[in-house]
Structure formats: C-alpha cells, structure tokens
C-alpha cells in the first residue's frame, strides 16, 4: 500500500516521491512528466514575469476570487488547469505549492483565506483534489470577501482507470481493502463517505477483485460526492467532461469562461490538441462495478450538458 502522506516523516515522504517521479518518467517518459508537472523552466520563467506585470498594473487584493479545479486524480485536471493558468489574471496553486498545501492536502482554512486576500490575482485556483469531499464546505465556510467556485472535472470511467493503473499501480484496491475492513479513517479516499457507500465499499472481495474493478469503484465512489453534496445543485459550481474538452477544446474552454465571468481567449484552449472520439476496447470490470459506473456516468454527462447549454445559450 502506498504510504499516507498524513503519516509519514518528511524524510520518507521525500524518499517515496522521488521514487515514483523516477518510475513515472521511466515508464512514461520524462517528457510527460515534465509537461504533466510543468517542470520546463523557461515556460515557467515567462509565464512567471507574465503574472508579475499583470499584477503591477491592477489592484485586486483582497477581493480575488477562489476557484477550486476538484474530482478525481487521473481525470484530466491539469489539462483545465494549464488553460487557464495561460492568463495572467490566474494565479495558479497545484498539489506541490508549499504554499496553500501540505502533502495534497490544502491548508488550514485561515491560512488559505489570508493567500486569497493577499494575492493580487483576479483568481487565486487550488487544486485540492484530496480535498474534494470538502467543496461545499469551502465554498460556503472559507470567508473570502469574493465568493469561491468549483470545477468538478471528471473522465469516462475506462480512460481514468487505465491512466490510474499506469501512474499508482493497484493502490486504488489496497485502500478500499483497508476501508472495507473498517480501517483507514484517516485515509483521504475515506473522507466524505457516506453510510450508503461505506456499505457499498464492503460488499465486495478484495482478495477476488482485480486492480481495474477497485479503480472503477473508487472512480464512482468519488464522483459519486458530486451528488452527495449537493455540488449538482449549485450555481457555483461546473461540471466538465475531461474526454469532451480533448474533442472540442473551445466549447469547453467557453463554457468555463462563462461559468467564472471570465472572457474567452483562444489561448486558454491552445494548448489541447483536438482528438476524435476513440472506442478502445472496454476494460473487464466486475458487472454490478461496471453497472454503477455507467450509470454515474451518464448522470455526470446529463449535468455537464445541461449546465453547458444554459452558459453558452444553447
């Protein structure tokens, strides 16, 4: 099982990072890695000076607006995130700022409220994907004298089990053993579960399930809170389909625009190369995992569209 960052000494935190940057660049290539984790330093250093003469020329602070980019690993965030970190009124804050997170995890909420107020960014984005069971509650508790929005991205099921598999393994199945066995409160993957999926969680074998079958599960389980929480309800907050913005990059870049009150620029979609709709072969999954994620599916893509048509007048 991986170690949990909540847990673990800095010194074997720092160990096992290193260790899985150097297997994911070898298995995926260092290349992917430097893009996915935008470690170029030259693209760094521009977009650096970029942000800074915005900020001389305007006076935000403190009313920047929060914006958290949420859901599930693996399911395209950096993808959204990169566009918009394009403009200089973004100023952007992922898993690895020592500045609003601690190991994934954002901050103390007064910590994150002070970052907000002193930037001055029309948009402050975190990236709290650890933290996802917490978007309503950061919505409506942080305090920031700008209201805060989510997006809630996510991915088709098989498309995010296959880049989950390759980049953690089976880590998926040893955390819902352990939640299963009734273990594992600390763990993040059991915040915000409710009675109904903890039940769920136990119904199955661990020791019979395949590393496919627990990434699907847990694919649901998690996208699963976007309705749990009321997020489908709200104004506030955007559902977007990761496998949607790599068809059409513009009509999901404007939809994202539109929801933040935020002006379209052909930029913020540069950098998605548009793909046509690819039918790999479906993964063998356990049939009632298989179920549940179809139909979750489907309620996801029934709320992006219909929160899509309402932005752009559709």
Not at 127 to 154: C, F, M, N
Not at 271 to 278: F, L, N, S, T, Y
Request: hydrophobic share 40%; with cysteine.
């Amino acid at each position: 099982m991986k170690l949990d960052p909540a847990t673990t000494s800095r010194l074997r935190w720092t160990a096992f990072r290193v260790r899985e940057h150097w297997r994911w660049g070898r298995t995926q290539g260092f290349g992917r890695l430097i893009e996915e984790d935008q470690l170029n330093p030259l693209s760094r250093a521009t977009l650096a000076v970029t942000k800074w003469r915005w900020r001389r020329t305007h006076a935000i602070a403190p009313a920047a607006i929060p914006v958290y980019v949420v859901g599930l690993q693996r399911s395209g965030t950096n993808m959204v995130v990169r566009g918009l970190e394009a403009s200089p009124e973004f100023e952007v804050h992922n898993e690895n700022s020592g500045r609003a997170f601690r190991r994934f995890r954002l901050l103390p909420d007064p910590e994150i409220r002070a970052l907000v107020e002193r930037i001055g960014h029309r948009y402050v984005l975190f990236k709290p994907l650890a933290d996802s069971h917490r978007t309503a509650e950061l919505l409506d508790g942080l305090g920031t004298q700008s209201p805060g929005r989510a997006i809630w991205v996510y991915r088709s099921v098989d498309g995010r089990v296959r880049s989950a598999l390759a980049k953690f393994g089976s880590n998926n199945l040893a955390v819902l053993r352990e939640i299963a066995a009734g273990r594992g409160e600390e763990l993040w993957q059991r915040q915000g579960l409710s009675p109904e999926l903890l039940e769920l969680v136990g119904r199955f074998d661990y020791d019979r399930l395949t590393p496919e079958s627990a990434a699907a599960l847990f694919w649901y389980l998690r996208n699963a809170l976007f309705f749990e929480l009321g997020l489908d309800r709200r104004e506030d907050v955007l559902p977007v389909h990761y496998d949607a913005l790599v068809r059409d990059p513009e009509t999901v870049m404007r939809t994202v625009c539109a929801f933040l009150d935020f002006p379209y620029d052909a930029k913020l979609s540069a950098h998605v190369a548009p793909r046509g709709e690819r039918n790999p072969t479906p993964l063998v999954l356990d049939p009632e995992i298989r179920k549940l994620c179809s139909a979750m599916q489907s309620r996801l893509d029934a709320a992006a569209g219909a929160r899509s048509a309402a932005l752009l007048g559709s």
